[in-house]
């Protein structure tokens, strides 16, 4: 009932992205996968190692050992050691002085979030001028959808007066946006809200504060501290750098948006003697190059702790495996803070539901790279593993539970996505139209749009099913809307 209360109010619109985005041939991180191949574990043969040395000296098997396998040069990996950028020779600054090599991790780490030189961290890298389109850019439903569920799950939680609303990874602020501005009259529900963006990239945050239509109060009460406060439903606002920052002892609603496929992942590589892990090194020639551990890394407990969590049959047929310690740490962080404080989190991203093979891409300019070309110069993400979540999160309380994931389709359909575009549709121009139903297609549609009609180029290809949800709740507000 409330969905349907929601969807009726307002149909007025963000703006109708009616120049370069709905419309627009820029890709989707998770449509850029499936354009390569089906599936993860095809994704980057080029990856892949055989380590002839060793081949028949030892059974295989997932026991974890040494491998000194042979190297591997990229093919297409070029850049003059000459023009090295800065991140680049800070990357080989850091392989020359550890005396080796650095996982896979580590490199994914310092090319994204490196407090210089960082991917995220000196500009905006979304929409038609940047890397890569998210959901919340590419139509304003989706953060609105995101707003419906997160009133809902307030109700459930009997609405409560002061609740952390915490986005992790916030982007350009485009899903907390369009969040505040559809939520903005019901009155209750946005005056119980503190806003938390969790973002590490100082430029993102400032334009979070623009985007937010922020307002910094004047300091002029003595040792209180200054507040910022979104005009767009009159709520405070705050940033951190991590989620451990965000105040506790009162409920939370955490939103997830494509945050966790941005976390580091170690990749494994089943050799002669076991799983290794791959680690980037720097050649004679001074090119990166991957390699395999010669000895048994730390991430290898994380391994093995992923590996408990599946069925032998499906640890067995892959060659490779990926696992993100960051993503199971993060989410015991989420499932211990509902689990003590109250409340409910929400994870969207694109990834399966079970053990992750070979998934991690670099994308710049909305076009696949090599992950170890011209580092810092394209977005590098992985596939997130959603049933490592759910173990990850149902280890730490008895008193959470984890629901879903379903598909963005299902989750955005049962919230009332349907509604919600023909209320909008009946108060716009022709052009206004075309937009809305190319984005509707986008976020809830499988493959190419059927009723396109502008150059094949350009054809919208739905996100719905490549995108999953997952909720992680305090038990006590019973099951999470649309999971019921
Ligand atoms: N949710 C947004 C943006 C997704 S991109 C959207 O859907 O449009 C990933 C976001 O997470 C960026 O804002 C990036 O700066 C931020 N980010 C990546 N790693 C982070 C980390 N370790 N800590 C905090 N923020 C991070």
């Known amino acids: 009932m409330l969905t349907r209360h929601l969807l009726k109010q307002a149909s007025t619109c963000r703006h109708f992205l009616l120049n370069s985005k709905t419309s627009s041939p820029f890709l989707t991180k998770s449509i850029l996968f499936s354009s390569s191949s089906s599936s993860p574990e095809s994704q980057s043969p080029a990856n892949t190692f055989v380590d002839d040395k060793v081949k028949d000296q030892y059974p295989t098997g997932t026991s974890i050992s040494i491998d000194r396998s042979a190297l591997y040069n990229l093919p297409e990996h070029s850049h003059e050691p000459t023009s090295d950028s800065e991140l680049v020779k800070h990357l080989k600054g850091i392989i020359k002085f550890r005396g080796g090599p650095i996982s896979v991790a580590e ?25 890569f389109i998210t959901s919340p850019e590419v139509s304003q439903m989706f953060g609105e959808m995101v707003g ?3 009133m ?14 915490v986005e992790l990874g916030p982007g350009r602020g485009t899903l907390m946006a369009d969040l505040l501005r559809s939520a903005s009259k019901f009155k209750s529900f946005t005056e119980s809200l503190h806003v938390h963006m969790v973002e590490c990239s100082p430029t993102l945050q400032k334009l979070q504060h623009h985007n937010l239509k922020c307002f910094d109060e004047d300091d002029n009460s003595d ?46 590589q089943r050799a002669s003697r076991g799983w290794c892990e791959k680690m980037v090194d720097v050649s004679e020639d001074s090119m990166f190059r991957f390699v395999l551990s010669p000895q048994p890394t730390p991430a290898t407990l994380y391994l093995m ?48 539901n079970g053990v992750v093979s070979d ?9 696949f790279i090599n992950i170890l070309d011209n580092p810092g110069s394209a977005d590098l993400s992985a596939y997130v593993d959603f049933a490592s979540i759910r173990h990850s999160a149902e280890e730490v309380s008895e008193d959470i539970s984890v629901h879903g994931p379903m598909t963005q389709s299902q989750f955005l359909g049962a919230l009332g996505i349907n509604f919600r575009v ?31 009609e502008g150059p094949d180029e350009q054809v919208p290809i739905g996100m719905g099913t490549r995108y999953l949800a997952m909720a992680i709740v305090n038990k006590k507000q019973g099951v999470p809307v649309p999971f019921q």
């Not at 809902?152 to 009997?158: F, N, S, V």
Request: charged share 25%; net charge negative.
């Open 359 to 367: 998934s991690l891409q670099a994308i710049r300019k909305h076009k």
């Open 148 to 150: 419906v569920w997160a």
């Open 152 to 165: 809902c799950l307030w109700e459930q939680m009997g609405r409560p007066k002061q609740v952390n609303l």
């Open 223 to 268: 040792g209180v501290e200054k507040r910022t406060v979104s005009m767009l439903a009159g709520t405070p606002v705050s940033w951190h750098a991590l989620l451990e920052q965000v105040p506790s002892g009162m409920p939370s609603i955490i939103i997830a948006h494509e945050f966790y496929d941005a976390l580091p992942v170690h990749q494994f």
């Open 305 to 352: 702790r992923r590996c408990k969590w599946a069925a032998p049959e499906e640890i067995e047929k892959l060659g490779q495996i990926e696992v993100c310690p960051k993503a199971m740490d993060l989410t015991r962080t989420i499932a211990d803070r509902i689990s003590c404080d109250g409340g409910g989190a929400l994870i969207i991203d694109y990834g399966l």
């Open 107 to 131: 490199y994914m780490e310092e090319v994204l979030t490196n407090p210089k030189f960082g991917f995220y961290i000196s500009r905006d890298v979304f929409g038609a001028e940047g890397d």
């Open 422 to 452: 023909e209320a909008l549709l009946q108060n716009c121009t022709d052009e206004q139209a075309d937009s809305l139903r190319t984005g509707y297609w986008r976020l809830v549609g499988e493959g190419e749009a059927p009723f396109w």
